[in-house]
């Protein structure tokens, strides 16, 4: 059945909408129903893999070789039955249906490892002013008594910056 919204695309989801007492029965495609607030993203991503993975396991149990029923040893689920619903039962299940699951995984990420987000590099908390400026005081303090001068020169100009900025 086509979308009652664009009549362009298959309908996925289903909805009765009821306004003045009055109960009205739509069906739309999954980006209609991401439109109009009736499907959060991540249930259309979830939605969408389960669709690939169902669609996966049915080209693949196509080809004319009579392949035997593989079950996973943990949970019970068999390949069928991950066909019709495309999902797994356990974790497990990768091990037991992996022939049928790496390459779509491969054709889903675009790599054999999925690679997440890059870590966030967190924020160096300054100390207020007055505590960077003991520091640098002692660390001055600790300079001139080993004769560390140019270290020392370069704490002293540290020191005379950050009590210039804290007159400002």
Same mark, same amino acid.
């Given at each position: 059945?086509?979308?009652?919204?664009?009549?362009?695309?298959?309908?996925?989801?289903?909805?009765?909408?009821?306004?003045?007492?009055?109960?009205?029965?739509?069906?739309?495609?999954?980006?209609?129903?991401?439109?109009?607030? /009736?499907?959060?993203?991540?249930?259309? =991503?979830?939605? &969408?893999?389960? #669709? /690939?993975?169902?669609? /996966?396991?049915?080209?693949?149990?196509?080809?004319?070789?009579?392949?035997?029923?593989?079950?996973?040893?943990?949970?019970?689920?068999?390949?069928?039955?991950?066909?019709?619903? &495309?999902?797994? &039962?356990?974790? &497990?299940?990768?091990?037991?249906?992996?022939?049928? *699951?790496?390459?779509?995984? *491969?054709?889903?990420?675009?790599?054999?490892?999925? *690679?997440?987000?890059?870590?966030?590099?967190?924020?160096?908390?300054?100390?207020?002013?007055?505590?960077?400026?003991?520091?640098?005081?002692?660390? *001055?303090?600790?300079?001139?008594?080993?004769?560390?001068?140019?270290? =020392?020169?370069? /704490?002293? #100009?540290?020191?005379?910056?950050?009590?210039?900025?804290?007159?400002?």
């Amino acid at each position: 059945m086509l979308c009652h919204s664009c009549n362009k695309k298959q309908a996925s989801l289903s909805y009765t909408e009821i306004r003045a007492g009055q109960a009205r029965h739509k069906m739309l495609c999954e980006e209609c129903a991401l439109s109009q607030g /009736l499907l959060s993203p991540m249930e259309a =991503a979830i939605a &969408g893999l389960s #669709d /690939l993975l169902t669609q /996966l396991m049915i080209e693949l149990t196509d080809s004319t070789v009579a392949q035997p029923e593989i079950s996973c040893s943990r949970c019970g689920i068999s390949c069928s039955k991950f066909q019709k619903t &495309g999902r797994l &039962g356990c974790p &497990g299940c990768y091990q037991a249906f992996a022939s049928q *699951l790496d390459p779509l995984i *491969l054709r889903i990420q675009q790599s054999e490892r999925h *690679l997440g987000k890059p870590a966030r590099i967190p924020k160096v908390i300054q100390p207020p002013p007055m505590e960077q400026a003991l520091m640098l005081k002692r660390q *001055l303090s600790a300079a001139v008594e080993k004769e560390e001068f140019e270290l =020392a020169a370069s /704490l002293r #100009d540290r020191l005379k910056v950050l009590e210039s900025e804290q007159v400002r």
